[in-house]
């Protein structure tokens, strides 16, 4: 296994009290695997990858407890020098906002080459050419001609490309994309997902798409962990997951994306807002806003069921997810 989160806990210290983001995740993501983790704002994704990458503001984050295997090896064991050879080398993330990501005074060909002399001890003169390499790859239109360009002169989608190519630089074995297609029209979003998808093919390495829009990752993820206040609620292999979903969030989740078969009719939203993480709800956290919450809901935090599967292992946090099912069946 190329990754495995364990039981990982973060949490944040802050003046109004303690924030608890990551509550017990636990998740595996193989090479050449696509794992899509899905959820509102704050329900705990993009912490996870912070603790996953070594990048978490601490303090106020602080992770409390769990193991982050990588290749065998325990990350949270690492030192930082040890920590920061892996990040980049054999782990790399896109961040969501490219603009903000990318350094405004240096060239994109400058912030490419940059991995290529810091890791690989390269001239500056085979780093440029490394970087119109990367720009090809990911394809720029005239890359050598736009190498000497800077991030503002690239639309948003180029932009994009340019954090991906950084993230591939040194073909790493796990990358880590987090909302990268939050800021793009439809058309690019497209664009992006097959380019991320073909890259991921052509090097056989695991991929962690953060999302909440579970209308992009249908054709791109392998399996689909969903996550709420913190926690994995649901984990099934993506055509379960649309075929029938086994715990109520994700069932919601599903309703609120339009369809050409609804037009004309109200789209779906989840009552309610995700909880706050100073004050989850007792018992399941999605009990103040579920259709279906029982007395057990209110009282009992559900574990991770086993749920059968024609396409391998899900396992769903809700007591009553063979009712989910049957209901979505009907």
Known sequence: MLLEVRDLHVEFRTRDGVAKAVNGVTYAVDEGETLAVLGESGSGKSVTAQAVMGILDTPPGKITGGEIL???KDLLTFKEEERRKVRGAQMAMIFQDALSSLNPVLSVG???GEMFTVHRGMSRKDAR???IELMDRVRIPAAAQRVRDYPHQFSGGMRQRIMIAMALALEPALIIADEPTTALDVTVQA???DLLAELRRELNMG?????HDLGVVADVADRIAVMYAGRIIESAPVHDIYKAPAHPYTKGLLESIPRLDQKGRELYAIKGLPPNLMHIPPGCAFNPRCPMAQDICRTDVPPLYEVDSADGVRRSACFF???TLD???H
């Open 70 to 72: 990588f290749q065998g």
């Open 110 to 112: 400058d912030q490419l």
């Open 129 to 131: 050419t490394k970087a």
């Open 191 to 193: 664009q992006v997902m």
């Open 207 to 211: 991929l962690i798409l953060i999302t």
């Open 321 to 323: 997810w063979k009712e």
């Open 327 to 329: 209901a979505h069946d």
